[in-house]
């Protein structure tokens, strides 16, 4: 028999359930354990429980009520490089057992330790949105072909680690960086938003609020090891929308050392069906939208086998 005390107390507890927070949590759901897979690199795979956010309300969630599937790369940029491939060719996948991500490193015929999906491009030509400059190459020189106000160029010169404005890398060098600027840059890439610089959120909840797979690339607080991390670079089969998170409730993740890839300063790469996750090694090769062409990747390899 359900009294009116009763009734009352289940109202409170379903209320409770309901109720609206000030701060992101988030909890990986089992241990984070860091894999060797060649000098200066490491790899992990773990499921995380995070509290989502509320757009209409302006309120986070008390509840870890979401879940992602992390995977992300730990590399010492000092024994190893970061290189981009493009393929000059059309490479043709079948969705029912390829993945684009591996054709991509097939392609390159390099010894890839590991790679995830890298610059913005264009649909269906794989054009490369913004700059893309390796210690090899520079593959893309534009920066007016992503004019977005949050685009950012996460860049390492001279070994110092910096993330910049658009606008500021223009002042500097016009809208196409020159031959001879591009050698001054050890790497460069141009994504959109800015998610985290010198610990600070860059990002409002005015962001679009749908949740997809995402990518990113970023430096440890200590400023030591480089990050590669996607969330939810498996196959989706279907309708991506609530799948992943948002890029508000994103930048609060990888900027939370609670949530096993806190780092200090984050670039957002491309992400939705293009977020992709390979180790070769292992035969592990993830990408959301399977034969998504993707315009350029992203690879580690190792600086002792490099010519």
Known sequence: MITFKNLIFTSIILFSNFSWGTEFNCEPTDQINWERLADGVE???YELAFTPYFKDKHAWATTKSKKVTVRAFKIDYALNQLLFHRSAKDLVCNPAGEVYIKKLIDDSKSPVIGAVNANFFVMPNGNILGIAIDEKKAWSKKLDNLAISSAGVLSIQNGITALEARDQLVSRHGNVISNADATKYSFAVQGYPKLVNNDTIQISDAVKDVKVPRTSIGF?????????????????????????????????FIKDARCGVGQKTVLNLDGGGSTAFAIPSKKIFHQADRCRHLGNILTIQSRSKQN
Do not use: C, S
Request: proline fraction near 0%.
């Open 43 to 45: 790899w992990t795979k």
């Open 220 to 252: 440890a607080k200590n400023q030591n090891d480089l990050y590669l991390v996607t969330i939810n670079a498996d196959d989706f089969g279907g309708e991506i929308t609530q799948y992943g998170m948002t890029l508000f409730e994103y930048a609060h």
